[in-house]
Every structure is written in structure tokens, then in C-alpha cells.
């Protein structure tokens, strides 16, 4: 993939192929830090998952642990098979996502709001056949996402662009579901839910899967804090979810808790030679209740 990308205050120039292509820079300077944040990201953790079957997630897993997938400690393949683990518990938490998003057919058009990488809008695509927009403040992310659409050859319906979550080129009423995976902590709740409810059809379903910090805890906690600062984002409350959906027409159809489903992954990516540092924070969070993975379908009225 030949893919250079130079950026100024107000622009970004991205070159591929040999084509470049100027695109507007973030609204605000702090969108502009999370654009060079995943700008740079090249964690082995998200590549070397991907790298099991070319579905490259940017979200963690759920579901119990096979262990008899991952052999014996001593075994030279013990490493390679705990990956494949990894990935297939985040590929089941994608899975899980798309079950909640209602009957969907294949002249329907999707949108992924903070697509990464591109793994859930391939998924998406192949099981329903329609059209699935992305959009990502990162041009390489979307570069990433593209080229793998090519190769698949499914670009004609899969494509990632370079974009604010908060105010997309999709018309009023144009997607028949949406979703934020592990993605809305970067953004002001109301202005996102005011934007997934102006692009979605009256009727259709938004997603998220998401963590959030416990109302019932209190305050953020110190493992929350560690979180934020780690990933550079603003972790919001479960209260804020529910209420920023109820102020854009976004009615709740479903509100799970997957915290119980999600410790599995994190106690195994802990054991594994892709620790970024961040497991601690995440277990004991989990465990102590101060922080939760929930999903949430809600349909628009």
C-alpha cells in the first residue's frame, strides 16, 4: 500500500497511487489530535489480529474462552493460536453488533461512524449484501479500509471516508442502521445522536457498543481516568447514553450489560505478548463496577 499523508492546520493531502487529494482538516484542535493519534497508530495488537482472516478490527471481544483452541503453553504455536483466539472473540462481539441492527435489505445503505479499519463494514456487507459507508477522522485508517475493499472486490459497496462523525455528507433519511463501535467516547454524545438521527430513516435502528463509566459508582475512577488518558478520549456515563438518545429521538430497544462477556478476553489478551498496558486498567475496572461494556439498539422516531 503506497500511502503518504502530510497535514497542515486546515488541510490534510493524502497520496495514493500516485493521487492526491485534499480534504478538509478537523473541525476543532482536538479532533485534529485524535486524526494524528490514529494517524499513527500501528499497535500489534489491532494488526496482528486482523492478520488472522484480513478483518481489521479497532474493538475488543466478547464470548467465553475456547481453551482447548489454545494447546499447550509450551507449544511453539501457543502464541499464533492465541491471536486467532483474540480475533474470533472480537470478530462475535462485531457479530453481536450487526444482530441488533433489524431486518436489513440489500438496497439499504449503512453507515459506520468511526469505521477504523474497516473490519465491521466488510462483516456487515457480507451478511446482508448492501451498502455500507464508513467514515473515519484518519486518512490512513480510510486508505486502509479501501485497499481492503478492493481486494476483496467489494469496493462498489464498502467505502471509508475521511470525515467528522458529527456532521457527515449523507443525506437526511439515507441509512437504514448505523452504528458507533467502541468509537462515540471521542465525541460530544448529543451532537452525535443529533447527526445519527438526521442520516437515519424514520424508523431505522442505531447501535453502539461501547465502555462506559458506572453512574452507580460515583465519579469516574482512577482505572477510568488511566483509560481516558491512555486512548486520549473522554469516557461518558451510561446516564449520558440513555439521555442524549432520548433528547435526538432515539428511542432504547434493547440496553445490555456485557461486562461479564468481555472480562474473558481482556484476563486472555493479558497473558499474550500484545499487552499495550491498558489490560490492568480495564480488569480491575470491570471487576470493581466502576466501568461497563454495554450495547444499546435504539430505533428512530
Known amino acids: 500500500m503506497d500511502l503518504s499523508v502530510t497535514s497542515t492546520d486546515l488541510t490534510t493531502t493524502v497520496t495514493s497511487a500516485g493521487n492526491s487529494v485534499i480534504i478538509p482538516g478537523p473541525a476543532t484542535p482536538y479532533q485534529g489530535d485524535i486524526a494524528r493519534y490514529w494517524n499513527n497508530e500501528a499497535r500489534p495488537v489491532n494488526l496482528r489480529l486482523g492478520d488472522v482472516d484480513g478483518l ?133 454524545l448529543h451532537d452525535l445522536f443529533a447527526e445519527h438521527s438526521r442520516i437515519l430513516e424514520v424508523g431505522g435502528r442505531y447501535a453502539t457498543i ?39 429521538r432515539l428511542v432504547p430497544q434493547a440496553v445490555i450489560d456485557l461486562t461479564p462477556e468481555t472480562l474473558p478476553y481482556w484476563e486472555l489478551r493479558a497473558t499474550s505478548r500484545l499487552v499495550t498496558g491498558i489490560e490492568e486498567a480495564f480488569i480491575n475496572s470491570y471487576k470493581d463496577g466502576s466501568f461497563q461494556y454495554v450495547l444499546i439498539a435504539a430505533d428512530r422516531v
Not at 471509508?160 to 471521542?186: D, H, I, K, R
Not at 481516558?228 to 461518558?236: P, Q, T, V
Open 210 to 248: 461501547t465502555g462506559c463509566w458506572n453512574p452507580r459508582y460515583g465519579q469516574p475512577s482512577k482505572w477510568v481516568s488511566q483509560i481516558n488518558a491512555h486512548f486520549e478520549c473522554n469516557i461518558h456515563s451510561r446516564r449520558e447514553y440513555l439521555r442524549a438518545m432520548a433528547d435526538n
Open 56 to 188: 481489521y478490527h479497532h474493538h475488543y471481544g466478547i464470548g467465553d474462552v475456547d481453551h482447548s483452541a489454545l494447546g499447550d503453553a509450551d507449544d511453539s504455536e501457543s502464541e499464533k493460536k492465541l491471536v486467532a483466539e483474540l480475533h474470533r472473540l472480537e470478530s462475535a462481539q462485531a457479530e453481536l453488533l450487526l444482530d441488533h441492527l433489524g431486518t436489513i435489505g440489500q438496497d439499504d445503505t449503512l453507515v459506520d461512524a468511526g469505521c477504523g479499519r474497516g473490519g465491521s463494514m466488510v462483516m456487515a456487507h457480507q451478511r446482508f449484501g448492501c451498502k455500507v459507508e464508513g467514515v473515519t477522522l484518519s486518512a490512513k485508517q480510510a486508505d486502509f479500509a479501501n485497499q481492503r475493499a478492493r481486494e476483496l472486490g467489494i469496493a462498489d459497496h464498502v467505502r471509508a471516508s475521511v470525515c467528522n462523525m458529527l456532521g457527515t455528507p449523507f443525506e437526511t433519511g439515507q441509512a437504514a442502521a448505523s452504528w458507533n463501535n467502541e468509537s462515540s467516547m471521542y465525541v460530544d
